[in-house]
């Protein structure tokens, strides 16, 4: 398999600190690939980089072949990479439409973003019943659909996932991860950012384990639920 | 009172609420994208009233002698000239200023709008004198019982009218509009959208800007007359009015310029006849005093939009 996004050495941080040092690895087209680590282990940070808001010191960000590392955020997100965020950032006072709107904002036929929030409100028919409501009115759940939805509305090559188990009830979770597998079976290749291993290693195909702000391991995901590494990063 | 008198009033009050109301969105509207009070906003507008005279007095030596022509195009000029204006102080003054502390870009701000003020003084020509401002709206009367209403009044309301709402509709009918709210809520999941921040940024400081500049020129129109600090007092007074809204709420903006309007024509009607040592200037006074005692009542505004942590 061709890996859609590769990341090749990158060292990211904020002020004087790295949080990310010499960080290599890649996404195979049509995959999910995972990365595991605890709290403060540099998963956000990799997000982040990969979106261009805290663009690498050192190191290349290629996405089908092309270098995006240092691309202003709307030009990687016009190359086809979506991100549902953590902590799932609705816009509060917006309705569920405009924030729905708002995730397809590069589409500029009205057809297919009327098409593709179409196929939103069938996989979460309870944003069309809410679809004039304002986003901060809703409950997390709820909030967590239209964050999802929104991230799909782009239909991008490539979803960034932050944490989206992050406060949510069990079954809530277990919904969203239904979801996801659902997304990459219709086509879209997935990097999922995770604390909950069982959930995410049952539903990702290969994933990397970083501690302190490095790969510490790597793997299909059978390989991974065995790894040392893996027990070590998150219980040790 | 006599009921002509009340019209007349009444029309001065309408007259200024949507000035101070076309002012007042400008600094909302910035609030609302970056989170800054950006002072010059009332010299801006003073550049767009003599941008608009200039550019009369250049069709006059052209030989354009059709008010409705000469009004359009100074119309245009002024609008677009402050749009462009804007959006140059947010790139090149605003957004550089971005990470540093808040009060650096109100300090930066408050210098650029000395400096429009000075150079509007010292560069046109005998700037520091009141400029005589070209009637250009049909000055016929409409008397209804008492009261007369001047033709050119009621078409300045009306233009200022539709200018806040078409602003309003950009603001909440347009993808533009879409993008500028969704920045105001959250710059950062904005830009994860695909927006591109510095572009909407630009636009709304265009659009504000614009809007001063309109403003700017229908209160040369209204008064006959501008003069290089115009903008100092209506900067403040749509300053007053979008706090008094709300900072960062459109629809308290406009709320603040009538109310602001109301007050002052309420001053002046009333101070004179309750202390009849007390002249109506001191409309002003009495203006900023209720607003004053209204911030201490309710210090987020009509409508809370997000506070105002940054000033």
């Given at each position: 398999?061709?890996?859609?996004?590769?990341?090749?050495?990158?060292?990211?941080?904020?002020?004087?600190?790295?949080?990310?040092?010499?960080?290599?690895l890649?996404?195979?087209?049509?995959?999910?690939?995972?990365?595991?680590?605890?709290?403060?282990?540099?998963?956000?940070?990799?997000?982040?980089?990969?979106?261009?808001?805290?663009?690498?010191?050192?190191?290349?960000?290629?996405?089908?072949?092309?270098?995006?590392?240092?691309?202003?955020?709307?030009?990687?997100?016009?190359?086809?990479?979506?991100?549902?965020?953590e902590?799932?950032?609705?816009?509060?006072?917006?309705?569920v439409?405009?924030?729905?709107?708002?995730?397809?904002?590069?589409?500029?036929?009205?057809?297919?973003?009327?098409?593709?929030?179409d196929k939103?409100?069938?996989?979460?028919?309870?944003?069309?019943?809410?679809?004039?409501?304002?986003?901060?009115?809703?409950?997390?759940?709820?909030?967590?659909?239209?964050?999802?939805?929104?991230?799909?509305?782009?239909?991008?090559?490539?979803?960034?996932?932050?944490?989206?188990?992050?406060?949510?009830?069990?079954?809530?979770?277990?919904?969203?991860?239904?979801?996801?597998?659902?997304?990459?079976?219709m086509?879209?290749?997935?990097?999922?950012?995770?604390?909950?291993?069982?959930?995410?290693?049952?539903?990702?195909?290969?994933?990397?384990?970083?501690?302190?702000?490095?790969?510490?391991?790597?793997?299909?995901?059978?390989?991974?639920?065995?790894?040392?590494?893996?027990?070590?990063?998150?219980?040790? | 009172?006599?009921?002509?008198?009340?019209?007349?009033?009444?029309?001065?009050?309408?007259?200024?609420?949507?000035?101070?109301?076309?002012?007042?969105?400008?600094?909302?509207l910035?609030?609302?994208?970056?989170?800054?009070?950006?002072?010059?906003?009332?010299?801006?507008?003073?550049?767009?009233?003599?941008?608009?005279?200039?550019?009369?007095?250049?069709?006059?030596?052209?030989?354009f002698?059709?008010?409705?022509?000469?009004?359009?195009?100074?119309?245009?000029?002024?609008?677009a000239?402050?749009?462009?204006?804007g959006?140059?102080?947010?790139?090149?003054?605003?957004?550089?200023?971005?990470?540093?502390?808040?009060?650096?870009?109100?300090?930066?701000?408050?210098?650029?709008?000395?400096?429009?003020?000075?150079?509007?003084?010292?560069?046109?020509?005998?700037?520091?004198?009141?400029?005589?401002?070209?009637?250009?709206?049909?000055?016929?009367?409409?008397?209804?019982?008492?009261?007369?209403?001047?033709?050119?009044?009621?078409?300045?309301?009306?233009g200022?009218?539709?200018?806040?709402?078409?602003?309003?509709?950009?603001?909440?009918?347009?993808?533009?509009?879409?993008?500028?709210?969704?920045?105001?809520?959250?710059?950062?999941?904005?830009?994860i959208?695909?927006?591109?921040?510095?572009?909407?940024?630009?636009?709304?400081?265009?659009?504000?800007s614009?809007?001063?500049?309109?403003?700017?020129?229908?209160?040369g129109?209204?008064?006959?007359?501008?003069?290089?600090?115009?903008?100092?007092?209506?900067?403040?007074?749509?300053?007053?009015?979008?706090?008094?809204?709300?900072?960062?709420?459109?629809?308290?903006?406009?709320?603040?310029?009538?109310?602001?309007?109301?007050?002052q024509?309420?001053?002046?009607?009333?101070?004179?006849?309750?202390?009849?040592?007390?002249?109506?200037?001191?409309?002003?006074?009495?203006?900023?005093?209720?607003?004053i005692?209204?911030?201490?009542?309710?210090?987020?505004?009509?409508?809370?939009?997000?506070?105002?942590?940054?000033?």
């Amino acid at each position: 398999m061709a890996a859609l996004l590769g990341i090749e050495g990158i060292s990211v941080g904020y002020d004087r600190a790295d949080v990310l040092r010499d960080v290599s690895l890649a996404v195979e087209a049509g995959s999910i690939t995972c990365i595991l680590g605890s709290n403060g282990s540099g998963k956000s940070t990799l997000i982040r980089a990969i979106l261009g808001l805290t663009p690498p010191r050192r190191g290349r960000i290629v996405l089908d072949g092309a270098d995006i590392a240092g691309l202003p955020t709307h030009a990687i997100v016009a190359r086809g990479v979506a991100c549902i965020p953590e902590g799932r950032r609705v816009f509060p006072k917006l309705t569920v439409a405009e924030n729905l709107r708002l995730g397809a904002y590069r589409e500029t036929r009205e057809a297919r973003i009327r098409s593709r929030m179409d196929k939103v409100f069938a996989i979460f028919p309870r944003l069309a019943e809410r679809a004039g409501q304002l986003a901060g009115t809703m409950s997390g759940g709820e909030q967590a659909m239209i964050s999802i939805g929104r991230g799909l509305m782009p239909e991008p090559r490539l979803l960034l996932v932050d944490e989206p188990s992050l406060g949510l009830s069990p079954l809530l979770v277990k919904e969203n991860f239904a979801v996801i597998r659902r997304a990459n079976e219709m086509g879209i290749t997935l990097l999922l950012v995770e604390q909950n291993v069982r959930q995410t290693l049952a539903i990702a195909h290969s994933g990397y384990v970083l501690s302190q702000g490095r790969v510490v391991a790597s793997g299909s995901a059978p390989e991974l639920a065995q790894s040392a590494e893996v027990h070590q990063a998150y219980f040790g | 009172m006599d009921v002509g008198l009340f019209g007349q009033y009444v029309a001065n009050g309408l007259m200024l609420g949507v000035i101070y109301a076309m002012v007042a969105v400008g600094f909302t509207l910035f609030f609302g994208v970056l989170d800054v009070i950006k002072f010059s906003h009332g010299d801006v507008l003073t550049a767009g009233a003599f941008a608009g005279l200039a550019t009369y007095g250049g069709l006059q030596a052209l030989g354009f002698a059709s008010p409705a022509v000469q009004l359009l195009i100074m119309l245009l000029v002024a609008v677009a000239a402050m749009a462009f204006l804007g959006a140059l102080i947010a790139k090149y003054l605003v957004l550089p200023l971005r990470t540093a502390p808040p009060l650096n870009t109100l300090l930066l701000t408050l210098m650029l709008g000395a400096a429009l003020r000075e150079c509007v003084r010292l560069f046109y020509p005998q700037g520091a004198n009141p400029k005589p401002f070209p009637r250009l709206l049909p000055q016929d009367a409409v008397a209804l019982g008492s009261f007369m209403l001047r033709l050119d009044n009621a078409l300045l309301l009306l233009g200022g009218l539709a200018a806040i709402a078409a602003v309003h509709f950009v603001i909440t009918r347009t993808k533009l509009g879409l993008a500028i709210r969704a920045v105001a809520q959250d710059a950062e999941t904005a830009r994860i959208m695909g927006i591109d921040f510095e572009r909407v940024v630009l636009l709304t400081f265009a659009l504000g800007s614009g809007l001063a500049a309109l403003a700017g020129i229908m209160n040369g129109l209204y008064y006959s007359e501008i003069n290089f600090s115009i903008g100092l007092l209506l900067g403040v007074i749509g300053f007053s009015a979008a706090v008094v809204g709300g900072l960062g709420n459109i629809y308290g903006a406009i709320l603040g310029g009538f109310l602001f309007a109301g007050l002052q024509t309420a001053g002046a009607v009333l101070l004179p006849a309750l202390l009849p040592q007390l002249p109506s200037a001191y409309k002003d006074v009495f203006a900023f005093a209720a607003v004053i005692a209204f911030m201490a009542w309710r210090p987020t505004g009509l409508i809370a939009e997000k506070t105002a942590e940054r000033v």
